[in-house]
């Protein structure tokens, strides 16, 4: 196992998706992580990510000084670095000029990080701070134009230094360099794959519940599906699935989460009819972030009381991933910029007192789709889109009615099997459509028309990290608007979102 230290990097996430892609596991936990747990941890080896402060600021995050003294090789990437250097006896100072973006960086050692790295190779920057002294015992090993220090070892106490990120498909050499750290230096083995994983997952809950039973909220989506099915292939009838339909569902929805799951692969499920009650609490509610509170509310409430009737259940499971644990680490204290919260993270209600099993919580969604390839579920479900746990509600700007869900429902219904009939589905990372607050005039069989407007979101992404938006053929988009207007009452106007992320995030809200 590698451990990230994260000292607040955009990239952390990246860091752990590199070293995971080479089949070693990794996890990510914050600065303020005890050496004492560092120790019992055992990891392999340690990673310093990079992050937004300047070491010489006061506050400034740091882990202990005392990671240094334990013997495992160590990689300080960017501010992982400058920490590594002012801790040591070194110094850091405010960059003559900073850099940002690509750098051709002049490798000056061909071991180490460098073993079979060309001498002159593409490197992605960010940073305004650099090193200025080194530490004793360490030598310099990489540099550019721009930073005279941009890379540094002490191959003696295996302490390594990038003041660039080679986490970044940017830099050329990155991956080459990442794995001569895993394999050359931590001497790790490839052996992490997801059918290693499934099978510990497996012994481990079963360890765990025993013959007990066990609760689990299905959502129909990708994180809740594997959860689920993983669970059952652990411990059988003992697992109940309860699946809330707040009526904020796309089209069909319910009608085929039945069909795969209680006819194909034979899981108990509670199907749960409340939508009125969730259009009612949603009256008139204009904001995203109390619709998502009102939505999350609600749920509970429905999905205790269902609970409450599920006779021995002592646990509950929950579908969460890792990039929801990372962030709501940042939420509650770690150095990471928070962009949402998460409800999956952050405990049960008191008054439910189940023991929570989340067998996905250090994976992150592509791995969750290969586990789910694994444990034998259809393509249709693991390749499915992301959908949001508020459902439609924040697909729609403004408020909730049946007459606007419906609508949506429709848009949606269209845009998607067009998109699969034209074989974009797997090559986007997510398409949708969302609902303006807004009317246009139009013009249908000489009438005049003042109706809604839908907008179509089609993004491509690795890992929802950042985004592009998709360049669909004018063709592709030409049918999906004509049968949309055409088709669904109460639209006469599709617009396309060429957005990317960052700034503007994937959904809507």
Not at 33 to 41: A, D, N
Not at 55 to 69: L, N, T
Not at 229 to 237: E, N
Not at 395 to 421: F, M, N, P, Q, W
């Amino acid at each position: 196992m590698i451990l990230v230290i994260d000292f607040g990097a955009q990239y952390n996430q990246l860091i752990a998706r590199r070293v995971r892609e080479l089949h070693v596991f990794c996890r990510i936990e914050p600065s303020s992580i005890p050496v004492e747990t560092i120790r019992r941890m055992d990891p392999k080896g340690i990673i310093l990510s990079g992050g937004p402060s300047s070491i010489y600021e006061k506050g400034s995050p740091r882990a202990d000084r005392a990671v240094f003294d334990l013997g495992i090789p160590i990689l300080g990437i960017c501010y992982g670095m400058q920490f590594m250097v002012d801790a040591l006896g070194g110094t850091v100072d405010r960059a003559g000029k900073r850099e940002y973006g690509f750098a051709a960086l002049k490798v000056l050692k061909h071991d180490g990080l460098f073993n079979g790295v060309e001498r002159e190779t593409r490197s992605w920057m960010s940073h305004g701070d650099s090193v200025s002294t080194l530490p004793s015992g360490f030598r310099l090993t990489g540099s550019t134009d721009n930073t005279a220090i941009a890379a540094i070892d002490d191959s003696k106490r295996k302490l390594y230094g990038l003041q660039f990120h080679p986490e970044v498909h940017h830099t050329a050499a990155g991956s080459k360099m990442i794995r001569n750290f895993l394999f050359d230096i931590c001497k790790c083995r490839p052996s992490w794959t997801m059918a290693s994983f499934a099978e510990d997952a497996i012994h481990r809950i079963r360890e765990t519940v025993g013959d007990k039973k066990v609760i689990l909220g299905l959502s129909g989506g990708v994180d809740s599906s594997v959860t689920a099915v993983l669970i059952h292939k652990a411990i059988g009838p003992n697992l109940t699935c309860i699946f809330v339909d707040n009526g904020l569902l796309r089209k069909d929805e319910a009608k085929k989460l039945r069909a795969v799951f209680k006819e194909h692969l034979n899981i108990n499920v509670r199907f749960v009819e409340a939508g009125n009650r969730f259009l009612k609490a949603l009256s008139d509610i204009m904001d995203p972030e109390k619709k998502r509170k009102i939505i999350g509310r609600v749920f509970m409430e429905v999905f205790e009381f269902e609970a409450g009737r599920i006779k021995g259940a002592e646990f509950l499971a929950q579908g969460t991933l890792y990039p929801d644990v990372i962030e709501s680490i940042s939420a509650f204290g770690g150095p990471s910029a928070v962009i949402k919260s998460h409800h999956n993270v952050g405990g049960l209600p008191k008054k439910m007192k189940l023991k929570l099993i989340e067998p996905l919580r250090y994976l992150f969604k592509d791995e969750v789709r290969m586990l789910g390839k694994k444990l034998g579920l259809p393509d249709d479900m693991i390749r499915r889109h992301p959908f949001p746990g508020p459902g439609l509600a924040i697909r729609i700007i403004g408020a909730i009615t049946s007459r606007r869900l419906s609508i949506l429902r429709e848009v949606d219904d269209i845009l998607i099997d067009e998109i699969k009939k034209n074989g974009y589905y797997k090559k986007l990372w997510q398409s949708f459509a969302v609902l303006l607050p807004i009317k246009s005039v139009g013009i249908m069989g000489d009438h005049r028309t003042y109706e809604s407007i839908a907008a179509i979101r089609a993004v491509t992404s690795k890992d929802a990290m950042t985004a592009d938006w998709a360049r669909l053929p004018y063709r592709v988009m030409e049918i999906i608007s004509t049968r949309i207007i055409n088709e669904v009452r109460g639209v006469n106007r599709v617009v396309y979102d060429i957005s990317s992320k960052p700034p503007a995030t994937i959904e809507w809200e």
